[in-house]
């Protein structure tokens, strides 16, 4: 089964084969981490997200990865949180586990992860890192192909709350 790292870096500088973007249903851009991906991967990456029609909350799309190191960026769309009770941890596991299954189809061996509905879309972290945790280790059984998983977060205080995780479960 695929290696899980936790790292704390700037998505958009690593060389996998794809990065997931935290993106919104338009998939033209936003804030936070989309914002981040669309600037560094040029304009060549809105033009083909214009082409994809959008994207709904909890499914993945594709597109390649323009001016960034990884070879693509797959595209999901995280749920907005609402105290919990509309499904929220559903759309967040099939976020992940969506996005991996993509990953598979494209034959790609690594991909990098950052903490999906974390920032504006005001998902607790504590309860986002448990799900993301646990849909990509269920998910991993069924993409041979991928060798290493990469949850690239954007402090160490969010690292270490992956980290304990993942101890805690092995």
């Known amino acids: 089964m695929a290696e899980i790292k936790i790292v ?9 084969d794809a990065i997931v973007n935290a993106a919104n249903e338009t998939l033209l851009g936003g804030g936070g981490v989309d914002g981040a991906i669309h600037a560094a991967a040029g304009r060549g990456l ?13 499914e993945a799309k594709i597109t390649g990865g323009h001016l960034l190191p990884a070879r693509y960026v797959i595209h999901t769309v995280g749920p907005v949180w609402h105290g919990g009770s509309q499904g929220e941890a ?10 991996l299954k993509l990953a598979q189809e ?8 950052p903490n999906i509905s974390t920032g504006v879309y005001g998902y607790p972290a504590d309860k986002a890192a448990v799900i993301a945790l646990q849909s990509l ?7 041979p192909a991928i060798d290493t998983v990469i949850l690239c977060c954007f402090s160490e205080q969010a690292a270490l709350l992956y980290r304990s995780l993942a101890a805690a479960d092995s």
């Open 46 to 58: 809105l033009a083909e997200c214009r082409l994809l029609g959008g994207c709904r909350t909890g």
């Open 90 to 99: 559903q759309l967040l596991a099939a976020a992940y586990a969506n996005s």
């Open 137 to 143: 280790r269920a998910t991993l059984a069924q993409c």
């Open 8 to 16: 704390v870096a700037d998505i958009t500088t690593l060389n996998v």
């Open 106 to 113: 494209y034959g790609l061996r690594s991909i990098a992860f």
